[in-house]
């Protein structure tokens, strides 16, 4: 068996002691009865002169034999008179007290004595600094007393390695070792004694404390020889002594600091573990946890500090509903106590708790004996996992409700997804797919109805290839054999596996062909309506112009004068004409403006200048008719950057358009407004058409609405567009038509000729 050192040194210590005593005694039953020898051999009486006690510095109380062992008369003192003062003075008491001084509250002492004079028991003890051995001469009793060494009890130690002391009653030194002597630097035991030397401050404590009858231990550090050093220290009283000692436990507590720092390191590492950790020992207390296991269960530290068993802390679980529901809590209990002693590996558990966590629950036996058990809770994980399966089965069926054919190869060309679109649209059965899981087998089987090796050799590339330009995404179309078509794409993914997605075109294909063919008639279409417009328009102008022409001859009366009706209808005539010039030249805009030929003319736009000069040239019908015209336009409204001829085109045609749907005492109100970075013009008169002249119908095409209003709005939206603005119309005001253009300040470049700068 093999025992700690301080434990050992402990034993040697009093083992020491213990062979000290047994020395003594028989040292001194040895002279006891040599001295006796002498007494009887040289005097026949027990007189008065024990010379061998006189010279071994003993003192001797005798009882007699007609003695009564109840008599409380004190024996006879055989010594002379300094030997019994000598011993008078180490009791403190006058020379004929020595043995009431001596037995004084000494019990045990007077038990001994009694037992000598009436049974002859011999006995040796230790008191006052006394040794005293109980002898029988025949029928005599004799008690002698003996000065005791100042080592009484501690010989053999001076060889010890370790400091051994020795200290009186009162806490003085009285003797030490070599050790000591050492550990204190001084050179021999008289000087000790006389400094009262110590090996530390605290000892004299210590010393106070074993005086009282406690054995004291304590480990400090203490410096001996010039280093501080980590002892152990033992006091015990001794009889009416303290013996010490002081054992050198550095490199035991290093290797327990090296211990405790482990243990402290490995504590700390369980702290930072989302993990619960209970760790139990032999006994099945609670040994180690971490703050995880402490929260997991809702437990005080403080409780968990008292050391716990295993089963306690399940029955306190059980009392709060924290475990699992057990039919048997008993049975249950006890199967997890058996953990303790199988010698068999422990498979995981899983525990579905009352509150809905659920926990991964991992034990492992201690070379110790005890048990370690880990509590990990995986309800996030199983949640997960649900969720991800769950997402798994609706993406697989998303893919499955797919038209697109969708199939997933591994890095090896080992095919792991495929929808039903796929199958179908390749016409695969699942034989087939099970069968032919690998990409040249199934694209050996595909082949039947799309046979061009290239193709699938790139798509094998596409599909193994590692390097960067083989995980490139790709894309492209193909015929298959039954006149299908395809649109295909490979995509790489994260994992390292490939999507292959194919969509079947067929129809798409059929319409783009339709659509191709229809968009080539429109642009035939339009491309003859251009010129329909530009040879009509060139064709009409001819005769119009000759129509006009005739029209002022005769109404000028060049060829005779004309009667009033006459004149009245050349004026009706040349109206017209007028009307159907200017419709050709609406036309002949439109059809530059659809053509993507017009162009603005950019410049500088007096606004106001604009307004008032169209409205001039309008005075001989307003003199005509009777509504007024009112000009809404401040001088401050300034300039916009546009085309001075559109900008003037758009007022007339606004300008035009009311005129023709006035009627008598009407107010047509025509002006413009600068709002920030815009300019708004606008042109408001009373509301006689109910919207429809003016609703987007007429600004859209030649539609019937256009009929009453004619092409000039329509050309006002566009050239209005054109400088990047917009038209709205106003009804706020039921009685009151309005519409508003909004110009920007500068008119878009896109849309106008480059301009000239100057250098």
Not at 44 to 72: H, K, V
Not at 182 to 192: G, H, T
Request: proline share 3%.
């Amino acid at each position: 068996m093999n025992l700690p050192p301080h434990i050992f040194l402990l034993v040697t210590i009093l083992s020491a002691f213990a062979l000290g005593l047994l020395v003594a005694r028989i040292y001194y039953t040895w002279r006891f009865n040599k001295q006796s020898k002498i007494y009887r051999t040289e005097q026949a009486n027990l007189g008065d002169s024990f010379l061998m006690l006189r010279n071994a510095r003993t003192l001797g109380m005798l009882w007699r034999i007609d003695d009564d062992a109840d008599d409380a008369n004190p024996p006879e003192l055989i010594g002379d008179t300094d030997l019994q003062k000598h011993f008078a003075s180490l009791l403190g008491c006058p020379a004929d007290k020595i043995y009431e001084t001596l037995v004084m509250g000494n019990e045990t002492l007077k038990a001994q004595i009694k037992a000598l004079r009436t049974n002859g028991s011999s006995f040796e003890t230790f008191a006052h600094s006394l040794e005293i051995a109980g002898e029988t001469d025949g029928a005599n009793a004799i008690l002698l007393l003996r000065q005791a060494p100042v080592n009484y009890g501690a010989r053999g130690t001076n060889s010890f390695s370790f400091p051994v002391f020795i200290c009186n009653s009162e806490g003085q030194l009285l003797w030490g070792n070599k050790a000591f002597l050492n550990a204190v630097e001084i050179a021999n035991i008289d000087d000790a004694v006389k400094e009262n030397a110590r090996l530390d401050s605290k000892i004299a404590t210590d010393i106070l404390d074993a005086l009282k009858g406690k054995h004291v231990t304590d480990t400090r550090a203490i410096s001996i020889d010039g280093k501080r050093r980590m002892m152990r220290i033992f006091l015990a009283p001794i009889y009416d002594r303290i013996i010490g000692a002081a054992i050198d436990i550095e490199d035991e507590y290093a290797r327990n600091e090296i211990l405790v720092r482990e243990a402290r390191a490995n504590l700390e590492t369980l702290n930072q573990l989302t993990d619960a950790v209970a760790v139990f020992d032999a006994s099945r207390e609670l040994k180690t946890y971490n703050h995880a296991f402490a929260r997991l269960w809702g437990f005080e530290e403080s409780y968990l500090d008292e050391a716990p068993t295993h089963s306690e802390i399940l029955d306190r679980l059980r009392e709060r509903a924290r475990l699992p529901h057990q039919r048997n809590y008993i049975e249950w209990r006890n199967a997890e106590m058996a953990y303790y002693q199988t010698t068999q590996a422990i498979p995981d558990e899983t525990w579905s708790l009352p509150d809905g966590r659920i926990l991964r629950v991992m034990r492992q036996r201690q070379p110790t004996g005890g048990l370690l058990v880990l509590y990990e809770d995986i309800s996030d994980k199983t949640l997960l996992q649900a969720q991800f399966k769950t997402q798994i089965e609706v993406q697989r069926t998303t893919l499955d409700k797919l038209r697109e054919g969708i199939a997933v190869f591994s890095s090896d060309g080992k095919l792991t997804l495929a929808n039903v679109s796929f199958r179908k649209m390749w016409q695969l059965d699942d034989a087939a797919m099970d069968e032919h899981r690998d990409f040249a087998a199934l694209a050996q089987n595909l082949k039947t109805l799309y046979g061009d090796e290239n193709f699938w050799d790139e798509l094998w590339a596409r599909v193994c290839d590692p390097s960067p330009e083989g995980r490139r995404e790709t894309q492209g179309s193909i015929e298959r054999n039954d006149g299908t078509y395809l649109t295909w794409l490979t995509r790489p993914l994260p994992d390292g596996a490939t999507l292959v997605a194919f969509v079947d075109v067929t129809a798409h294909h059929k319409i783009e062909a339709l659509l191709r063919e229809k968009a080539l008639a429109l642009t035939e279409a339009d491309r003859l309506k251009t010129s329909f417009l530009e040879k009509v328009s060139y064709q009409l102008r001819t005769p119009l112009n000759t129509i006009l022409g005739y029209s002022d001859l005769l109404t000028s009366g060049f060829s005779g004068e004309l009667s009033d009706i006459q004149t009245e209808q050349m004026k009706f005539i040349k109206q017209a004409g007028e009307q159907l010039e200017t419709m050709v030249g609406h036309l002949l805009d439109l059809a530059i403006i659809d053509a993507g030929q017009a162009a603005l003319e950019l410049g500088d736009v007096d606004i106001k200048d604009a307004i008032t000069t169209i409205a001039e040239t309008s005075t001989t019908k307003l003199n005509e008719t009777t509504f007024n015209l009112v000009i809404d336009c401040p001088d401050n409204v300034g300039k916009i950057r546009g085309d001075d001829k559109r900008f003037r085109q758009i007022v007339a045609n606004l300008l035009g358009n009311a005129m023709r749907n006035a009627v008598a005492g009407d107010e047509i109100t025509i002006g413009a407004k600068r709002i920030g970075e815009s300019v708004k013009l606008f042109i408001e008169s009373p509301n006689h058409s109910n919207l429809g002249l003016f609703g987007n119908f007429d600004f859209d095409a030649f539609t019937e609405g256009s009929k009453r209003g004619g092409l000039g709005l329509v050309l006002v939206k566009k050239f209005v567009e054109m400088h990047g603005g917009w038209v709205a119309i106003d009804l706020s005001n039921n009685e009151k038509l309005r519409i508003n253009c909004h110009f920007p300040v500068v008119a878009k470049e896109q849309i106008a000729n480059p301009e000239l700068e100057l250098i």
